[in-house]
């Protein structure tokens, strides 16, 4: 049994420190554990699966974010504690390539009652990189923080789309089609993903 597995299998013990001790393990790991986690933090089996959130989030790698956007309320604590520290994470050194995952990620959480701090963490990370590359792929930035839906949103937004709208005063709106999108198509995977039921 390799150490991925076996820590997989001790996040469902009954003592909590062979849990925890599992968990630091899997967060170890990284990358390597992320596939499998993502696969458990979707799975029907309910005393492992918020443990694997927060391992995922703790990893912070962007693979997580659309399968855990996927679940929608189940374990929201923990579920909006992990997407925010993935976003965050996505803010740290945003390239172009990642304009559209900012993108994506507003207009998933700008509607979202609950995704307040997952909207300002990637309204912050398109900031970060118009201040460094003021790309056109940014633009739909200024449309998602301009437009209000049913939740207001968060008030450092509103300096943020400020700045924003100064630094990308030059660029000229591509059409939509002509902007990128992930590689790996983020939004589409958490539909592929097995659901847990609300039984759990």
């Known amino acids: 049994m390799t150490e991925l597995e076996q820590s997989l299998e001790e996040l469902y013990a009954s003592d909590f420190g062979t849990r925890k001790r599992a968990l630091k393990r899997l967060i170890a790991l990284g990358d390597g554990a992320v596939a499998p986690l993502i696969a458990l933090a979707c799975s029907y089996k309910v005393v492992a699966r918020k443990r694997a959130i927060e391992a995922l989030g703790e990893i912070g790698d962007r693979r997580a ?21 993935i976003v965050e994470r996505l803010a740290v050194a945003p390239t172009r390539a990642d304009a559209v995952w900012f993108v994506e990620i507003l207009g998933k959480f700008r509607d979202d009652p609950n995704g307040e701090p997952i909207v300002l963490a990637a309204a912050q990370g398109a900031l970060k990189l118009a201040q460094n590359d003021p ?27 400020r700045e924003l709208a100064s630094l990308l005063a030059r660029q000229q709106r591509p059409p939509r089609a002509n902007l990128p999108r992930p590689a790996d198509a983020p939004v589409q995977d958490a539909h592929d993903l097995p659901r847990p039921s609300s039984a759990d």
């Open 135 to 161: 790309c056109p792929e940014l633009l739909p930035v200024l449309d998602l923080l301009g437009s209000f839906g049913p939740y207001a949103l968060p008030p450092e937004c509103i300096e943020i789309r």
């Open 65 to 85: 974010l659309w399968p855990l956007a996927g679940l929608d309320s189940e374990l929201p604590i923990a579920r909006l504690k992990a997407l925010v520290a």
